[in-house]
């Protein structure tokens, strides 16, 4: 005779509740993080934006208590498994209520399908977390000028820089010089201002971006506004210059290079020249103040210190041999914190949670060998707080 199967009622509820609850929460989560998803899905980072577009739009399906099991475990019928006790009981509270128990019913199959949604929620967060998390370089035994000496980079696509624009016809309070980069004759803009007078502080400005325009020189009209003498340096491969595009290695030597130029301008405090930039001209500034000692201090806007971290479904920016780990190191930031020659300040948008964790980890490397460098949130996205970090950026360099 076969043995009466008790069905733990009571866990399958508990079970049921609980998920219940956890499709919810999830739910509120995911609405109250809507802001942060436009703004990424807003941003310039395709590669993130693709990854967080399916972590975002992942629901797990509600799952009701089904009211066709019975309440009491003594009214399930007896059978031999308790598969064949579901089916029963489902068979007979459906017939008598046929209507109002359709569609309601906790299968395996639900369960099971929940079960895989939320794996691949769990598997989709955890790329974006694997996206979010800095580099972990080996440690330098040299210096970043000195590697630099001993290594050249190696492209395996040479030209232009990949954001076309045609040449910028500076305004009328600009002027449009020369400067030289190795081989190469390179412009730049610099303010008029007048060379009578004590000499004034100056800013080399690195616009964002692989091609610039008047929008880049108006971003640092701050700077000017507050007495700073501004020269914006038009790289190696841009806007229809000469040179190849190396991705923040060889334009390293047109942000040096132009450094000199903009210190030996008449009316220029040669002693007091400092470095700044927005996004790929963040970056270069940081490398910039890892080279040079020129530099009285530096400030980045929403730089990338991890190119390995930033080139992640960018190979359209990697000009090299993406399985060449040292080209990587070359370019970044993090993997020579304790090379900077000047203060630096590392600001970053309080929306940019890719830059964020970067940032933070170059500053405190640093930090850790003694040196004047800082990671800063600031209010905003990648474009919305960079008014606020120059202004910041303004008040830091006055007191250098």
């Known amino acids: 005779m076969a043995r009466s199967l008790n069905i733990p009622t009571r866990s399958v509820r508990k079970f049921s509740a609980v998920y219940m609850r956890l499709n919810q929460r999830l739910a509120f989560r995911l609405k109250a993080r809507e802001p942060a998803r436009r703004a990424i899905l807003s941003g310039k980072n395709k590669r993130l934006h693709e990854l967080v577009l399916g972590f975002f739009s992942i629901e797990l399906p509600a799952i009701r208590w089904p009211a066709v099991f019975p309440r009491n475990r003594n009214e399930w019928p007896m059978s031999t498994s308790w598969e064949k006790q579901i089916e029963a009981a489902v068979a007979s509270r459906q017939a008598s209520a046929p209507r109002r128990q359709r569609g309601h019913g906790l299968s395996v199959g639900t369960i099971a399908t929940g079960a895989i949604l939320l794996l691949l929620g769990v598997g989709a967060g955890w790329m974006v977390l694997q996206s979010l998390s800095p580099t972990s370089f080996p440690e330098e035994t040299e210096s970043y000028s000195q590697a630099r000496k001993s290594f050249q980079t190696k492209l395996v696509r040479k030209g232009a820089a990949p954001q076309a624009a045609p040449r910028a016809v500076p305004p009328a309070n600009v002027k449009e010089i020369e400067y030289v980069s190795g081989s190469l004759r390179l412009k730049a803009w610099v303010n008029r201002f007048p060379a009578k007078g004590a000499p004034r502080p100056a800013v080399l400005f690195l616009h964002g971006g692989f091609a610039f325009d008047q929008g880049d020189w108006q971003q640092s009209q701050q700077f000017r506004d507050d007495g700073f003498v501004v020269m914006t340096p038009i790289l190696r491969g841009e806007n229809g210059q000469p040179g190849n595009y190396s991705m923040f290695y060889d334009e390293v030597e047109d942000v040096c290079a132009a450094a000199e130029v903009l210190a030996q301008m008449p009316g220029v405090d040669s002693k007091r020249i400092f470095v700044a930039g927005h996004s790929a001209g963040g970056t270069l500034a940081l490398l910039g103040a890892m080279t040079s000692d020129r530099f009285r201090a530096a400030a980045s806007f929403s730089g990338s210190p991890d190119q ?93």
């Open 308 to 400: 390995v971290a930033w080139s992640r479904g960018q190979s359209k920016f990697v000009p090299f041999d993406p399985s060449d780990n040292r080209e990587y190191q070359l370019r970044s930031p993090l993997a020579f914190p304790k090379s900077f020659k000047c203060p630096v300040r590392i600001y970053y948008g309080s929306q940019e949670d890719f830059f964020s964790a970067s940032c933070e980890k170059t500053a405190q490397l640093a930090k850790a060998a003694n040196l004047d460098v800082e990671a800063a949130s600031v209010p905003g996205d990648h474009f919305t707080s960079v008014d606020l970090a120059i202004n910041r950026a303004i008040v830091f360099f006055k007191k250098q």
